[in-house]
Nanobody, 126 residues
């Protein structure tokens, strides 16, 4: 079993930056593809970014390309999401997830990913 705990969310103004972290426990995540997802009020959960088990491949939603960077530190068992130039439309609860399949992490169906955190709220004011 893998437990995932997100942190780093908060209230910021448009244009600011935040770095989200996803700390894993229970077992190493070094074999898992990891992803960040978000769910805004009244909307479905959507893909944000994913990274392969060794960090060699990454993929981003068009809406965050050039602003967000996903990374991981397998030695520390942590996943990161650096978010720059935040916009009000980035407001959402952000979740991290892990799965052995990079294809699932990038193409879905995301709800079948093996492990999910409980999320951290990011609010961007205009």
């Amino acid at each position: 079993q893998v437990q995932l705990v997100e942190s780093g969310g908060g209230l910021v103004q448009a244009g600011a930056s935040l770095r989200l972290s996803c700390a894993a426990s229970g077992r190493t995540i070094s074999s898992y593809a990891m992803g960040w997802f978000r769910q805004a009020p009244g909307k479905e959960r959507e893909f944000v970014a994913a990274i392969s088990w060794n960090g060699g491949r990454t993929q981003y939603a068009d809406s965050v390309k050039g602003r967000f960077t996903i990374s991981r530190d397998n030695a520390k068992n942590i996943l990161y999401l650096q978010m720059n130039n935040l916009k009000p439309e980035d407001t959402a609860v952000y979740y991290c997830a892990a799965d052995l399949s990079y294809i699932t992490a990038t193409m879905g169906p995301y709800h079948v990913m093996a492990y999910w955190g409980k999320g951290t709220l990011v609010t961007v004011s205009s």
